[in-house]
């Protein structure tokens, strides 16, 4: 079946219209042949065009406007025994730029946007498969970018990225997110906010998984490591500003048990060890900041408030660590140094003292 031909204007079209029905139009089937070894091929293919800048043919699959729109089903045939044939969906090469690939779900007046789910298939005995998204290779690579949609009169969608649960007594999946070789940066950031708003604006929380019956996930972060340098810096900081944010560190309270320790230490050296510094920041205005180091209270009614140890270090071969108490220079006169014990909150008349 072929239309005719055109010199001068549009070759003529090919209509293959099924019949109008009071219930249902008729179906409109297109097949190859069987074969003994292979099965034919349906090609469909858009004009192609002879002139020195023309543009072949577009082509369109989709169903027709309704009260109901149909559905459209692009899927390859199943197997009996070997694979099922491959899904491909691509633009061709081109010497400039080459076509985009838009997959999108339609838009709705009232009712919720339709969703665009991308699944890798499952397995019964063996494993399922992976999905990939990569962005192509170039002089310089490109991006893959993940955005939820914006939100007109409420908030912005959320982005989850989550790994599957286990089979009983097996791990959930894990979840990485590393940047490329070569110094790549990775950026968790919270949302930016630019009008005055109360409570948390943009945080950014690591967690460690909860555990019903076993202990709870660790959190953990940690600087890169060197083979022959130096080992990458950890740094908790909060931002400079008009005024700027507290850090705090500090384990979880305890309902029934023991609360967790604080250790701060630095790491053991075959030479000398790292120091540990802890201070107050300098003011150029007022009173230099404050350091607290303090036991914690008890509210029990036989048991001491916690201790304050301050203990130098010891040596197996020379003398143990010196500790050094002193108050900071000034220039009127030095600071003072005061020991001075707690005072006694409840007693009886006469005084234990007396």
Same mark, same amino acid.
């Given at each position: 079946m072929r239309a005719s031909i055109s010199e001068e204007a549009s070759g003529g079209q090919i209509v293959i219209e099924s019949g109008l029905g009071a219930r249902t139009g008729g179906d409109i089937s297109i097949s190859a042949g069987e074969g003994g070894v292979s099965g034919g091929a349906v090609s469909?293919?858009?004009?192609?065009?002879?002139?020195?800048?023309?543009?072949?043919?577009?082509? +369109?699959?989709?169903s027709n406007d309704a009260e109901s729109s149909g559905s459209v089903s692009i899927?390859?045939?199943?197997?009996?025994?070997?694979?099922?044939?491959?899904?491909?969906?691509?633009?061709?090469?081109?010497? +400039?730029?080459?076509?985009?690939?838009?997959?999108?779900?339609?838009?709705?007046?009232v009712g919720d946007g339709s969703n665009v789910e991308i699944s890798a298939g499952r397995s019964v005995t063996a494993s399922g498969g992976s999905m990939i998204a990569k962005a192509g290779s170039g002089a310089e690579?490109?991006?893959?970018?993940?955005?939820?949609?914006?939100?007109?009169?409420?908030?912005?969608?959320?982005?989850?990225?989550?790994?599957?649960?286990?089979?009983?007594?097996?791990?959930?999946?894990?979840v990485l997110v590393a940047a490329g070789e070569g110094g790549g940066k990775a950026t968790l950031q919270g949302g930016s906010l630019s009008e005055l708003?109360?409570?948390?604006?943009?945080?950014?929380?690591?967690?460690?998984?909860?555990?019903?019956?076993?202990?709870?996930?660790?959190?953990?972060? +940690?600087?890169?490591s060197s083979m022959t340098g130096v080992t990458g810096q950890v740094v908790a900081e909060s931002s400079d500003g008009s005024s700027t944010g507290s850090v705090l560190i500090r384990t979880g309270k305890a309902s029934s048990g023991s609360s967790g320790s604080v250790n701060i230490e630095s790491g053991g050296s075959q030479s000398d060890a790292g120091e540990i510094a802890i201070g107050a920041g300098t003011s150029d205005g007022g009173m230099g900041g404050l350091i607290t180091v303090q036991g914690g209270d008890s509210e029990a009614g036989?048991?001491?408030?916690?201790?304050?140890?301050?203990?130098?270090?010891?040596? +197996?071969?020379?003398?143990?660590?010196?500790?050094?108490?002193?108050?900071?220079?000034?220039?009127?006169?030095?600071g003072s140094l005061e020991l001075m014990s707690g005072t006694c909150l409840l007693y009886t008349s006469p005084s234990p003292r007396d």
């Open positions: 469909m293919l858009s004009g192609t065009s002879s002139g020195a800048v023309g543009m072949s043919g577009a082509m +369109s699959i989709g899927t390859s045939g199943g197997a009996l025994e070997g694979m099922s044939g491959q899904l491909e969906i691509q633009t061709g090469n081109a010497e +400039s730029s080459s076509g985009s690939v838009l997959i999108g779900s339609g838009d709705s007046e690579g490109g991006d893959v970018q993940i955005q939820s949609g914006f939100g007109s009169s409420g908030s912005g969608g959320d982005i989850r990225i989550r790994a599957d649960t286990g089979s009983e007594g097996s791990f959930g999946g894990n708003r109360v409570g948390d604006n943009g945080a950014v929380e690591v967690v460690g998984g909860s555990g019903i019956e076993s202990d709870g996930g660790m959190a953990r972060v +940690s600087g890169g036989n048991a001491e408030g916690g201790m304050v140890n301050l203990m130098a270090g010891s040596s +197996s071969s020379a003398a143990g660590g010196r500790m050094l108490l002193r108050s900071g220079d000034g220039s009127t006169s030095g």
